[in-house]
C-alpha cells in the first residue's frame, strides 16, 4: 500500500467476491472511477484463494485477501473453523482501513465484502453498496443500515433496504453488450442460415447441466421445427457430450446435413456473447442478475431457468421479477425436461409475444448503470473530478 500522505488523489476500496456475478461489478465501477479521477488510488479486498484473486489483477488492480470462509449451511465443524476465521478477517480489515484510509468503500456482495463493509461503515467511512439480485445478500443486508446510499439491480427492494437509502440504477454490465445496437456486422456462426429463427442458451461459463441435457435431448425436434442453436455448454458438458452431440447429426443426415437445414454452433464458452445476443431471436438463461440485466438491455425475449443451487434461491426471485411483468418466461429447473422445449418452439414462433417482451424489458433496462452509480457516489463524496 502507498503512503496515504503522499497520494493525491482519492481513494477507494471495493470489495466483492467469490462468484463472478459479484466481482464484475466491482470492477466495472472501479473503470468508471478511473476514467474520473486518474490519480486516484484502488484497493480491492477479497477472499483468499477465491477467484476474485486471479481476476481482479488480471484487470489492472491490486488486492489483498481475507482468510473468510463462507458459513457452512448444515451443521458442521467446519464452522468453529469458519468462526475463527471470520473474526481474524474483521481484525485484517480494520487494520486495512486504518493503513488505506479511503475517501470510500465501494462492496458488490459476497461474505468476501462483509469485513471491509461493515467495519467501514462502523468506523465512518462513506460506504456504498451494489446489489445486483432480486432477493438482496446476507452482507449487504448486514451492512445497510449504516451505508450511504444503496444501489439495486431490481426494483421494488423496500423489503431489503431502508426506504430513502437505495435506488434502482440496473448492474454494471460489459460495454460491448451496451454498444450492441450500434454495430451492424455478419453473423460470426459458422453454419447458421441468414433466413431461420435462433435460439442463444446459456448457463455460465461452467453451463447448465439441466439446460444442457434438455437441449441435449430435443436436437432432432428443434431442428424439425427450423430452430438453429447458439449453444454455450460449459467445459463439463462440452468433454461429456460433444462426441454425442455429433453423432446424433451424423446418423440423421436429412434433419441436420441437407442444404436448407437449420445450424447448430455449440461451443464450451463463447467470448463473442454481444454477437451471440445479437444473432438470436429468443435466449434460454439461468437467471443470474447480470444475465437478466445483458438481457434486459439488448431486448431479447428470454425463458429463464433459475439455478435451484444458490443461496436464497435468488435466481428464481430474479426470475420472477420479469415473468411477473410479462418481460420473460420462467420455467423451474424441474418442469424444464418436459416443458422447456415446447415453450421455446412456441415463442420462436409467436413474434406478437415476442415484440410484447421487448416493451415489457425496455423498463427495467438500464445501459447507463456504472455511470449513474459512480454520478451518485461522487455527488454524495462531494468531490471535484
Same mark, same amino acid.
Given at each position: 500500500m ?14 466483492g467476491g ?9 470492477v $466495472? ?8 479521477f486518474?490519480k486516484?488510488?484502488?484497493?480491492f479486498?477479497? $477472499?483468499?484463494?477465491?477467484m ?9 488492480f491490486?488486492?489483498?485477501g ?9 451443521a458442521?465443524?467446519?464452522n468453529i ?6 473474526l481474524?478477517?474483521?481484525?485484517? $480489515? ?14 458488490t456482495g459476497?461474505?468476501?465484502?462483509l469485513?471491509i463493509?461493515f467495519m467501514? $461503515?462502523?468506523g465512518g467511512?462513506?460506504?456504498f ?16 443500515a449504516?451505508?450511504?446510499q444503496i444501489?439495486t439491480?431490481f426494483?421494488?427492494?423496500?423489503k ?7 435506488e434502482?440504477?440496473g ?5 460491448n453488450i ?7 456486422q ?7 442460415k441468414?433466413?431461420l429463427p435462433?435460439?442463444f ?22 431442428a424439425?421445427?427450423?430452430i438453429q442453436?447458439?449453444w ?15 453423432k446424433?447429426i451424423a446418423?440423421?443426415? %436429412?434433419?441436420f446435413?441437407?442444404d436448407?437445414a ?7 464458452? @463463447?467470448?463473442n ?8 431471436? @429468443?435466449v434460454?438463461s ?12 439488448v431486448?431479447?425475449?428470454? @425463458? ?20 411477473n411483468m ?6 423451474t429447473?424441474?418442469?424444464?425436461p %418436459? ?8 415463442? @420462436?414462433k ?5 415484440a410484447?417482451?421487448?416493451e ?18 461522487v455527488?454524495c463524496?462531494k468531490?471535484?473530478?
Open positions: 502507498t503512503n496515504p500522505v503522499a497520494h493525491i488523489g482519492p481513494k477507494f476500496i471495493l470489495s467469490g462468484t463472478g456475478g459479484h466481482i464484475f461489478p466491482a $466495472a465501477i472501479a473503470k468508471e472511477l478511473q476514467l474520473r486518474p486516484a488510488e484502488f484497493l479486498v477479497g $477472499a483468499v484463494g477465491k476474485e484473486m486471479e481476476k481482479v489483477p488480471k484487470e489492472g491490486q488486492i489483498v481475507l482468510p473468510i470462509e463462507g458459513l457452512k449451511r448444515s458442521s465443524l467446519r473453523v469458519v468462526f475463527f476465521k471470520t481474524q478477517s474483521f481484525w485484517k $480489515a480494520r487494520k486495512i482501513l486504518k493503513e488505506f484510509q479511503p475517501t470510500a468503500v465501494i462492496g459476497g461474505y468476501a465484502s469485513p463493509c467501514a $461503515a462502523r467511512y462513506p460506504t453498496l451494489q446489489e445486483q439480485n432480486g432477493f438482496a445478500g446476507l452482507t449487504n443486508r448486514l451492512v445497510a449504516r451505508a450511504k444501489f439491480g426494483p421494488q427492494m423496500d431489503f433496504f431502508p426506504a430513502g437509502k437505495w434502482f440504477t448492474n454494471p454490465v460489459r460495454q451496451i454498444d450492441l445496437g450500434l454495430k451492424q455478419p453473423n460470426p456462426f459458422e453454419g447458421l441468414p433466413n435462433v435460439m442458451i446459456t448457463g455460465g461459463s461452467l453451463g447448465a447441466r439441466t439446460i444442457n441435457q434438455t437441449i441435449f435431448n430435443n436436437l432432432i425436434p428443434l424439425k421445427a427450423n442453436l447458439i454455450q455448454m460449459g467445459m463439463p458438458f462440452a468433454k461429456s457430450h460433444t462426441e454425442q452431440i455429433n446424433v446418423d440423421n443426415p %436429412e434433419v446435413l441437407k436448407d437449420p445450424g447448430i454452433f455449440f461451443a464450451p464458452f @463463447i467470448y456473447m454481444d454477437d451471440a445476443y445479437q444473432a438470436a431471436d @429468443i434460454v439461468r437467471a443470474g442478475a447480470i444475465s437478466i440485466s445483458e438481457i434486459a438491455i431486448g431479447k425475449p428470454a @425463458i429463464l431457468v433459475p439455478s435451484p443451487n444458490v443461496t436464497d434461491d435468488h435466481q428464481t426471485q430474479n426470475a420472477k421479477v420479469l415473468s410479462d418481460a420473460a418466461m420462467l420455467i429447473d424441474k418442469q424444464a %418436459e416443458n422447456l422445449i415446447p415453450a421455446a418452439i412456441a415463442l @420462436i409467436d413474434t406478437k409475444k415476442q410484447e417482451m421487448q415489457k424489458l425496455k423498463q427495467i433496462a438500464k445501459p447507463h448503470a456504472t455511470q449513474t452509480i459512480v454520478n451518485r457516489i455527488s463524496l468531490i471535484n473530478e
